[in-house]
């Protein structure tokens, strides 16, 4: 039986965990969109991050999931990880990547990522490293 890449892409996208029949990966071998959205505007990594599965965060973002993809509500990935930071290693493995956008993008709320982690985590003195003062210190 042959599953249609559409029907394998919003597997991936309501699955970010691994199940009995499919796990990230396989799926993606299979052909899923990595960056398909949900009605909200959520991609696989949206998911991944919220859900603090780091091991498909990961996955996803090794092949090539789209970093800073924005929801309707104009949400990141990263926005959603730290709103769900039960476990600290989804938040550093998203900041460790270049070109995160930490203070660039802000959400419906007006909130950035660098908002989000100085009043719901304890790691405030993080943001130092992504601001414009650090950032441009070698320019």
């Given at each position: 039986m042959r599953i249609p890449v559409n029907?394998?892409?919003a597997i991936l996208n309501t699955g970010v965990t691994d199940s009995a029949?499919?796990?990230p990966q396989h799926l993606l071998q299979l052909g899923a969109d990595i960056n398909i959205r949900t009605l909200d505007g959520w991609t696989p990594l949206h998911s991944a991050a919220f859900w603090n599965q780091f091991a498909c965060v990961q996955l996803l973002l090794a092949?090539?999931?789209e970093l800073n993809a924005t929801?309707?509500?104009?949400q990141t990935p990263l926005h959603l990880a730290v709103s769900?930071?039960?476990t600290p290693e989804t938040l550093y493995v998203l900041?460790?990547?270049p070109n995160i956008s930490v203070y660039g993008i802000r959400n419906k709320l007006?909130?950035?990522v660098?908002?989000?982690?100085i009043r719901n985590t304890q790691y405030a003195d993080l943001c130092f490293a992504f601001s414009e003062a650090a950032t441009s210190l070698g320019k």
């Open positions: 029907a394998i892409s029949f499919f796990s092949a090539g999931a929801t309707n509500s104009n769900n930071s039960q900041l460790s990547q007006g909130d950035s660098a908002d989000l982690i």
